[in-house]
C-alpha cells in the first residue's frame, strides 16, 4: 500500500569501484532522485573500491524507487542489498522479558522457584489481594486486540495486528513505566473474547482493549467492565476521546469560540467516533452531527446497528440529512475518525471562518494537512510527523499509571475528564498557537499530571483501593 505523506527511509549498501566512479556521483543521482543522504557509513575498504550503507530519505515512497533505480544503472555502483529501516526495526518484535533479579546459585533458585516460591502461592492463596504485592499484577497491562479494526487498515488478522500492540506495550513501558503484554486473540467472537480475557485478567492490573471493531467492541468492554475487578479501557474509544476533548478545549481558546455554540460534524461513527461524540456532549456541545458512510445520522431513520440509534437520538438536533459534503457547511469543527481521504480541500472552504480540522484516520488522515493549510484555523492529525497529534498515547500511559499506582476498580468518567484537563494543562497560555495546541508525547509533563489528576478523581470518586503515599494527607484507604 503507498502511503502519501510522511518519511519513508530506507538503508542502500553499495559496493564502489573507486577508479570507475567518484562517491559525489552516486549522492548526486541519489539527490537528483528526490532522496536525502541522512547518513553515510563506511562498512569495508579495498584498494580500488569500498562499501558503504547510506541512509536515505524521501517523502514518497515513489522516488525511493526512482533512486534505487537510477543507482542500478551507475557504471562502477553495485547495489548489495536494500534495508526497509522500518522492517529492520521490527525484525524478531519489539519487546523482550527480563528478569527483575539474576538467578546466580542454587540458593537464589530455591527462592525464586521451587521450593521456597509454594510459600509466597500459599500467601496468595490465602488472601487473593497478595497478588498485587507479590507477583506482577500491579504494575501489569494487557494490551488486547482481535485485529478487528486495525489504525485504518481494517480487519487485518490477529497477526498482523501484533506490531501495533508491541508498540504501544513499548509506549506503556517507556512513558509510563507499565509493563505491558500485546496479546492478539485468534478470535472475532464477542463471547469468546470475553471468556478469553476474564480468564486471562488474574495476572493483570488492567486491560487495555484495543482496535476491536465497533458495535462489539462496546458489548465487550460493558461486559468486562462488570464482569471483572480490574480496569477495562478501550483505547480507541476512551483515550482518543480524552485527546480529542483536550486538543479541542486548547484548539477553541486559538480561534475563539465556545465549545456551546460550535457546530461540530464527527465523520466515523465507529468506536472512536462515539467515544468522542460522548464526551463532546457531556463538555457541552449542542450541536453534534455524525456522518458515516451513509450520510448523516438522524433520529427519523431506523439502524441495523443499535448504536447508531442511540446515537441519532442524541445527535443532530436540527435533522439535517445529506452526505458529508453537504453536512460540513457552516461547520466550526471536523473531527475524523473514518478513513484516509474524506475529505476535501472544498469542504472545508465551506466551513465557518477559522475551521478546526482534526483529521485523526491513522495512518492517513482525512485529508492531507498541506491542503488547508492556508484555510484553516488549527489542524490536527493523529500522527507524529504532523504539528498537534491527538493521539490516544498521549493518554493510556498516564491513565494506566494512575490507576494501577491506586489500584482503582475501573476507569470512569470523571478519571476521563480529569486526564483531558490535566493534558490541555500541559500547554501554557502563553505557549498556545495553531502549531501547538497539544503536547508532545515526550513531553514528561504529561503522564506526570495524569497521574496526579486521575488517582484525585480516582479517590473523590471512591473507586481507588490503595492510597499513594503523596496523596495520604489524613487516613488510609
Ligand atoms: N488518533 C487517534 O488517537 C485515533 C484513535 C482511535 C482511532 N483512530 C482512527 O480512527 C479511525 C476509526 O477507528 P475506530 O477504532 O473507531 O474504527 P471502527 O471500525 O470502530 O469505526 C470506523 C467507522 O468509520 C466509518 N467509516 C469508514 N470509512 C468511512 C468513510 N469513507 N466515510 C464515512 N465513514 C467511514 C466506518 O463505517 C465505521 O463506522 C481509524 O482510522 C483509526 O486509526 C485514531
Ligand atoms: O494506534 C494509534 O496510533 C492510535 C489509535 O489507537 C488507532 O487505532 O489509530
Ligand atoms: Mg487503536
Not at 208 to 236: A, M, Q, T, W
Not at 271 to 298: F, M, Q
Amino acid at each position: 500500500m503507498k502511503d502519501t505523506i510522511g518519511g519513508k527511509s530506507i538503508i542502500l549498501r553499495v559496493e564502489l569501484q573507486t577508479e570507475a566512479v567518484h562517491f559525489g556521483q552516486l549522492i548526486t543521482v541519489i539527490t537528483e532522485n528526490g532522496g536525502d543522504v541522512i547518513a553515510i557509513d563506511v562498512i569495508q575498504t579495498g584498494p580500488n573500491w569500498t562499501v558503504r550503507d547510506i541512509t536515505v530519505t524521501a517523502s514518497e515512497q515513489i522516488q525511493l524507487e526512482a533512486v534505487t533505480g537510477a543507482i542500478k544503472l551507475l557504471q562502477g555502483v553495485k547495489l548489495v542489498h536494500v534495508s526497509d529501516r522500518t522492517f529492520l526495526l521490527h525484525l524478531g518484535g519489539k519487546i523482550e522479558m527480563k528478569p527483575k533479579v539474576p538467578i546466580q546459585n542454587r540458593d537464589d533458585l530455591s527462592r525464586v522457584y521451587t521450593p521456597d516460591v509454594a510459600r509466597v502461592c500459599m500467601a496468595i492463596h490465602e488472601k487473593q489481594e497478595n497478588a498485587y504485592k507479590l507477583t506482577i499484577k500491579r504494575n501489569t497491562v494487557a494490551v488486547v486486540s482481535d485485529g478487528s479494526a486495525v489504525l485504518g487498515l481494517g480487519n487485518i488478522g490477529p497477526y498482523a495486528a501484533m506490531p501495533v500492540m508491541e508498540g504501544k506495550a513499548m509506549l506503556f513501558k517507556q512513558l509510563a513505566d507499565v509493563d505491558a503484554f500485546p496479546i492478539c486473540l485468534d478470535t472475532q467472537n464477542t463471547e469468546e473474547i470475553i471468556t478469553t480475557i476474564k480468564n486471562l485478567a488474574p495476572a493483570f492490573g488492567g486491560i487495555n482493549l484495543e482496535d476491536i471493531s465497533s458495535p462489539r467492541c462496546f458489548e465487550i468492554e460493558e461486559r468486562l467492565r462488570e464482569e471483572l475487578d480490574i480496569p477495562v479501557f478501550h483505547d480507541d474509544q476512551h483515550g482518543t476521546a480524552v485527546v480529542l476533548y483536550a486538543g479541542l478545549i486548547n484548539a477553541l481558546k486559538v480561534v475563539g469560540k465556545s465549545i456551546h455554540e460550535a457546530k461540530v460534524v464527527v465523520c466515523g461513527i465507529g468506536a472512536a467516533g462515539i467515544a468522542c461524540s460522548n464526551i463532546l456532549l457531556a463538555a457541552g456541545v449542542k450541536e453534534l452531527i455524525g456522518v458515516d458512510r451513509e450520510g448523516a445520522l438522524v433520529s427519523s431513520t431506523s439502524y441495523n446497528n443499535p448504536m447508531w440509534n442511540w446515537y441519532a437520538e442524541r445527535t443532530n438536533p436540527n435533522r439535517l440529512t445529506g452526505s458529508l459534503h453537504e453536512i460540513i457547511e457552516g461547520a466550526d469543527v471536523f473531527i475524523g475518525l473514518s478513513s484516509g481521504g474524506v475529505l476535501k480541500r472544498g469542504d472545508v472552504e465551506r466551513m465557518a471562518p477559522r475551521p478546526i480540522v482534526f483529521v485523526m484516520a491513522n495512518p492517513t488522515p482525512e485529508i492531507h494537512p498541506d491542503e488547508i493549510e492556508d484555510i484553516a484555523g488549527v489542524i490536527a492529525t493523529g500522527r507524529s510527523d504532523f504539528p498537534n497529534q491527538i493521539n490516544n498515547v498521549l493518554c493510556f500511559p498516564g491513565i494506566f499509571r494512575a490507576a494501577l499506582d491506586c489500584q482503582a476498580t475501573t476507569i470512569n468518567e470523571e478519571m476521563k475528564l480529569a486526564a483531558s484537563a490535566a493534558i490541555a494543562s500541559v500547554v501554557a497560555p502563553q505557549e498556545l498557537n495553531k502549531l501547538y495546541i497539544i503536547p508532545s508525547v515526550f513531553n514528561q509533563e504529561v503522564v506526570r499530571r495524569i497521574r496526579t489528576g486521575v488517582i484525585e478523581a480516582a479517590i473523590r470518586t471512591g473507586v481507588a483501593r490503595r492510597m499513594p503515599r503523596e496523596f495520604r494527607s489524613g487516613g488510609s484507604i
